[in-house]
């Protein structure tokens, strides 16, 4: 018997993940290094004491310097009818590549950074630590505010390669 455990197959964990629902977010920030943002669907609490959440961002992210040179940012959760802002954050619409911020309407939190007005909810966070792990950066945010909770709306999903919507079991 060997100490270490055969590697596993990589498209065999790709397959694997991708079968898994996630909620869509994203993620924004502006401040003295710019304004910059991305989708991500890696977006999970983290505790509750401080209030916090956390999130994964690829090391070659244009986002991710800035995010983390500003100090701030907000994740604002999508809705169902928001996949439109997703794609235009994942660069997936050429005609926004140069300005994804003119996918949506945005207010401001009290940190500066944009609020996305018909979010799910959005959470005004604090970055709080940040740690590289493989090609990623693991992300913590203090949640220094919570904006508007949409209570009629249903969450925007992302599984199989395609977004999707809850229903009823």
């Known amino acids: 018997m060997s100490g270490a455990p055969a590697p596993i197959d990589p498209a065999l964990f790709r397959e694997a993940m991708r079968r898994m629902a996630s909620g869509v ?8 290094a710019g304004r910059a943002g991305l989708t991500v669907s890696s977006l999970a609490s983290l505790c509750m004491e401080p209030p916090s ?45 140069e300005d994804r911020f003119a996918a949506a309407r945005w207010d401001v939190a ?32 203090e949640v220094t505010a919570v904006h508007g909770i949409e209570a009629e709306a249903e969450p925007l999903l992302y599984a199989n390669r395609a977004y999707r919507r809850l229903s009823a079991a």
Request: hydrophobic share 50%; charged share 15%; aromatic share 4%.
């Open 110 to 141: 009290a940190s500066g950074a944009p609020v996305l007005a018909d979010a799910l909810m959005s959470f005004d966070c604090r970055l709080a630590a940040h740690h590289a792990y493989g090609t990623h950066r693991i992300v913590v945010g």
């Open 53 to 97: 959440l956390i999130l994964c961002i690829h090391e070659k992210s244009a986002a991710l310097a800035t995010i983390e040179a500003n100090g701030v940012f907000v994740a604002n959760v999508l809705a169902h009818h928001q996949s439109r802002v997703a794609d235009a954050f994942a660069g997936q619409i050429p005609e926004l590549r």
């Open 25 to 32: 977010a994203v993620i924004v920030t502006d401040g003295p």
